[in-house]
């Protein structure tokens, strides 16, 4: 059992020591820059959804002839 616990503690300092030591993390101006970048993005990709919704439910307006 105590080695169960030793081996959990060896895990968690080897991740502690990752996380401050090994880990690049970005500047402000490039968190900022990458979550602009993400939010145009799924901007795009949510508009290119809505019209491809937009003419499926047109054509199968036409298909089964439905009052929309």
Do not use: G
């Not at 799924?42 to 002839?65: F, Q």
């Amino acid at each position: 059992m105590k080695k169960f616990f030793n081996n959990r503690l060896t895990d968690i300092q080897e991740s502690y020591n990752e996380l401050v030591h090994k880990v690049s993390w970005p500047t402000k101006s490039e968190l900022a820059n990458s979550t602009i970048i993400v939010m145009v993005a799924s901007i795009i990709a949510s508009l290119v959804i809505w019209v491809i919704d937009l003419c499926i439910n047109e054509v199968m307006h036409l298909v089964y002839n439905v009052a929309a």
